[in-house]
């Protein structure tokens, strides 16, 4: 009976110590909200070619100094030139809105749209639990690192015809893709039932 209890308070600290990286794998902690900003102008101008003598010709201090421009008229500019930039945002806040008890989630920072999920996953195969984040309409994208160049991408959208993945990096092996149509395939059913 004493190695019986042994055995299973083994069995228990080293299922403690495999489990963390299993849980890492469905953890949605990981992730970033994607929100495109206005690129506001800055009051100097961009050096200017001499396309005789093929140099730039930059403005000195005095034109600077004299050169006053209105803060105002700059974000008119820039709001006309169409000029945004993509900031990655921790998306805690994005996420507790989704799992909360109210009705909807959060839609906006600063005035400015959420255009995209972000999260950073060892597979790329959507769980379960990632149903909910994607039933807001917002694209989802997974990947083991965004920055690498021939890493895997797995792209989420909602269509009329329902949820559709795009996938880019190297092949999904078997098991792989037969798990991408079955979660496909129940994320498609479930919201099926959702909207009745």
């Not at 004493?2 to 794998?25: E, H, Q, R, W």
């Not at 994607?34 to 101008?45: F, L, S, W």
């Not at 639990?129 to 909602?158: E, H, W």
């Not at 009329?160 to 149509?181: A, H, I, S």
């Amino acid at each position: 009976m004493k190695y019986i209890i042994t055995y299973i308070i083994f069995g228990l600290l080293l299922a403690a110590l495999i489990n963390p990286a299993a849980y890492a794998d469905d953890n949605i902690a990981n992730c970033e909200i994607v929100v495109q900003r206005p690129i506001e102008m800055v009051g100097v101008k961009a050096p200017e070619v001499n396309e005789k003598e093929g140099e730039n010709k930059s403005p000195d201090a005095e034109e600077l100094e004299t050169e006053e421009l209105d803060t105002e008229e700059k974000t008119h500019k820039a709001d006309n030139a169409g000029a945004q930039i993509a900031t990655f945002l921790p998306a805690a806040d994005f996420i507790f809105s989704v799992f909360d008890a109210k009705e909807g989630h959060i839609t906006e920072i600063d005035n400015q749209p959420i255009r995209a999920i972000m999260c950073i996953r060892i597979s790329v195969i959507p769980t379960e639990f990632d149903l909910k984040i994607i039933r807001t309409g917002l694209p989802f994208y997974l990947s083991p690192d965004f920055d690498a160049k021939g890493s895997a991408l797995m792209a989420i959208n909602s269509t009329k015809q329902g949820y559709v993945y795009d996938y880019v990096g190297p092949d999904l092996t078997e098991d792989e893709t037969e798990l991408l149509k079955l979660r496909m395939a129940l994320f498609n059913q479930q919201e099926d039932k959702h909207e009745d």
